[in-house]
């Protein structure tokens, strides 16, 4: 069996900033991210869809005018039935979608990359 030292190990790695795709996937996220309007600053009020065994909570905008508050919390509670609240809400859910997984290669070994 063969060693490798760590300058051997370091001299395989290419920067990040090196790799032509990487530098435009940068590009590109700096771009998406200057192009975006920052959040509202606006306040929001909580509204309770469901009992006090089962609180349903939805943030609604206190800006909104009186009669689209009223309009907005009667729709909200005529289809509260409409939302997922827990996973159980959602039956025939394949699992394996709602499971986070990194692609990596088991047999792998790991490398401590520079900062």
């Not at 900033?17 to 192009?35: G, I, N, R, V």
């Not at 600053?41 to 905008?61: M, R």
Request: hydrophobic share 35%; glycine share 4%.
């Amino acid at each position: 069996m063969t060693s490798i030292n760590q300058t051997e190990q370091d001299e395989d790695i290419e920067p990040l900033d090196a790799d032509p795709w990487a530098q435009q996937l940068d590009l590109q996220w700096e771009k998406h991210f200057e192009q975006r309007e920052p959040p509202t600053g606006d306040t929001v009020i909580h509204v309770d869809g469901g009992d006090q065994a089962h609180p349903k909570l939805i943030f609604i905008s206190e800006s909104l005018s009186p009669i689209e508050k009223q309009n907005l919390i009667s729709l909200i509670r005529e289809c509260i039935d409409v939302f997922a609240w827990s996973y159980e809400d959602m039956p025939g859910l394949n699992p394996q979608v709602t499971i986070h997984r990194l692609n990596i290669k088991m047999d792998a070994k790991p490398v401590k990359q520079q900062q």
